[in-house]
């Protein structure tokens, strides 16, 4: 009855026209029970007509439209009312929405509906501060996106980036630091040579954008669900497939070439596939490409089965990975040997990825129960040689480190009443280990094993967090977390907390604070060190990095299409390794594969700053984005001397923006201009000894004053133009994006060359473009 009260109220028809042509479908859910909801009021406009309908018992709802962008309004009584931005009709990735509502503790007002975009917060119910959703069309929009998640977190409020890399900087913290998960899974960095272009990054991203769905981004002071990361967190998810009919979609591009398909696993059940597939361009093209160029060959794949069941649960069988190879061959012509690497040959193999079976059920209507099996891993193999004045062969590198991970997780989420919901949890993981890594230190020496065992070790995670709405203005979360992690007996409780108040619709004001730990990669803790003929592992005793996190947020939503946040952040960082009357901390790890020395945890660090966003939705075809972050990252090493952190680049501006139009004289095809404007700080590095340089022949640093210089300040433009076709059978897309357009050059350190004994800047130009074509049908 109040439902269609309802519907009177807002004078909503269901109507058929000719013209609606394209069918968007989905399911609206309760947010916290994750239960269908009955009886949702669903609508939109189109020109002077409300086309509206209402979810069925199970939750589903279809909407009759026709070519365009729309924001999808939900509405039901006992309910917060919210709209989805920004839906596409028809959609590239699929028109099948799924919709959270939360629930009010207060019966709407009929007369004032406030409606909250589905920006203004992540989808976890549980976070409050320092995180966003973002959605896979954003991926695929936004210039310098690239349809990698990674380098469109960039820009975002907070966090950094490079040309050469989709390693993420947030709030002056190493790449290392941030945890993907991919459906409630932790797994490695999903990017292709991921740890050999940075720690923490790699070159392009293994996910595609035909089977991600929207996720969340979280930047600092998460939740006691995410463990094991001190510097963010990307909670990816991947679509279902459609049930209703079978489609495709192939794709030429300069990154490579993909197909896809999704689709009912029977015609006429609810059980769905899902996946994607994708071969680099430049393998293809390696035949004909110089020989100087090497090889650089990658593949990737990605699936999801959905699979319902009678009792309202759900299975789900996915996976996420890729496989790369590259190598280059030294010339074997001494007068191309100006710089330090052109008489050196290298190859790379590498493996990686994740896979889960998840079965989900509903509890008493008030919750669900989620377990989860999974099976992550990474394999890297890489050898690098150095051709002498005799053309004789000297090996430099020679590792093997193979890692892979069996887990089973398991969480209970459930609404003890409207002002009380909690989700607890457990994860158990058996780490698996053969690792052998070994280098010379100067051409001609023998090898020297840095990191060498093979094994296993059990890591333990468990958590328990609840979120109480304290009042209509007030809500709290609480929760802790606690990891152990047997290879080095290291025990870590974790207390997290946020507290936000709602001072009305449009304002809010939030703070949260997070205890956070992160263990190393494990081949740091497997450094073999002999005393007297007695070979030790001093590093096996070596406790978590820890960092107090503290953010104070204020959210004001101007309007339902423009929003301006500001976040002050403060981050106590402790308990870091280092090498004690050294320099070095793991707070600056980049690539750096083999420490020398044992380590101990006296290292600290601070990160302070201010994050400011003033971003405009999508709206009459127009959107933009100014973000900034100023910010001081400092460290103290091994020696008590504080320090600019690597990463202090002291300040990151963004502006991004772009318009959309429909054109055609059929009004069939849309055409998609995009730019964005990044002004950043350079990064730090060593001073130089110049006399000592020239003496030995090669780079000399001056480590005393270790990260007292700082590169120039970058300035990347970024654009890209997106031109569709809508068929009646099929769609088209014409994609052109371009990385870093004007060329600025990226820099890394100093060069001598060995001809002329010259000391440069050790800088490249590049230029990353990618010019795609799609077909879906």
Sequence with gaps: MKNILLLLFFCVTNIQAQNLIHTVSGKVIDKDTQQPLIGVLVFT????????????????????????RYNLQFQMLGYQSFVQEEVAVPNAYGNNISVALQEDETVLNEVEVVYKSSKDEPQNTMAIASGRQFTVEES?????????????????AGVAG?????????????????????????????????????????????????????????????TSDYGNAMAGVFDL??????????????????????????????????????????????????????????????????????????????????????????????????????FDDANQSFSTNILFGGSGVSYQVPVNKKGYWKNIVGFTGNSTYWSSSELDNQMVNHTLDDFKNVQYDFSYKTY??????????????????????????????????????????????????????SKFQLSQ???????VYGQYFEGTNALSIEPRAALKYQINPWHSLSFSYGLHSQMEALHYYLMPQNVEGVETYPNQSLDFS????????????????????????????????????????????????????????????????LDLTFEQFLKKGYYYTITSSLFDSKYVGGDGVERNSQFNKRYVVNILGGKEWTVGRERNKTLSLNGKFTFMGGDRRHPLK?????????????????????????????????????????????TIQIINALGAPEYYGYSYNQKTGAITDDTDVLVLPNIAYKVMF
Excluded: C
């Design 45 to 68: 406009h189109y020109n002077d007509t409300t086309i509206s309908n209402t979810t069925n018992i199970d939750g589903q709802f279809e909407l009759k439209l026709p070519m365009g």
């Design 140 to 156: 695929s929009r936004y210039a310098g996106g690239f349809d990698d998640p990674a380098r469109l977190a960039t820009a975002f």
């Design 162 to 222: 490079s040309t050469g890399s989709n390693g993420m900087v947030i709030r002056g913290n190493a790449p290392k630091g941030v945890l993907w998960q991919v459906e409630d899974l932790p797994i490695p960095d999903p990017s292709h040579l991921s740890n050999i272009v940075a720690f923490g990054g790699g070159s392009v991203t293994a996910l595609s954008t035909y089977v991600m769905d929207n996720s969340d981004f979280y930047t600092g002071a998460f």
């Design 237 to 338: 998810s991947l679509r279902t497939g459609n049930a209703e009919k079978r489609s495709y979609q192939a794709q030429l591009g300069v990154n490579g070439i993909d197909f896809g398909a999704e689709g009912p696993i029977k015609k006429g059940s609810d059980a769905t596939y899902l996946f994607n597939y994708r071969y680099s361009t430049f393998a293809l093209l390696a035949p004909i490409l110089p020989e100087e160029m090497g090889f650089l060959g990658y593949q990737d794949l990605s699936f999801k089965v959905n699979i319902p069941t009678k009792n309202g649960g759900e299975w789900n069988i996915w996976a996420v990975g890729g496989a790369d190879r590259q190598y280059r061959d030294a010339s074997r012509d001494s007068t191309d040997w100006t």
């Design 412 to 465: 209970l989420h459930y609404k003890f009443s409207k002002k009380h919901t909690n989700r607890t949890g457990l994860t158990i993981t058996q780490k698996h280990y053969d690792i052998n890594m070994q280098q010379a230190e100067q051409m001609g020496d023998p090898l020297e094993t840095f990191a060498v065992g093979n094994g296993n070790s059990l890591f333990v995670q468990a958590y328990t967090q």
């Design 473 to 479: 203005k007030w809500s709290m979360n609480v929760g």
């Design 546 to 609: 820890k960092a107090h996190h503290y953010v104070l947020g204020y959210n004001w939503n101007i309007n339902n299409n423009l929003r301006f946040k500001s976040e002050i952040f403060y981050q106590d960082l402790f308990n870091i390794p280092v090498i004690e009357g050294n320099y070095f901390s793991m707070l600056n790890l980049t690539h750096q594969w083999f420490v020398d020395a044992p380590l101990v945890n006296d290292g600290t660090g601070r990160n302070i700053g």
């Design 690 to 734: 110049e006399q000592e340089t020239i003496e030995q022949g090669e780079i000399v640093y001056d480590y005393e004053r270790a990260y007292s210089e700082q590169f120039p300040s970058s300035k990347i433009l970024s654009v890209s133009m997106l031109y569709k076709i809508m068929k009646p059978k099929y769609t088209s897309q014409w």
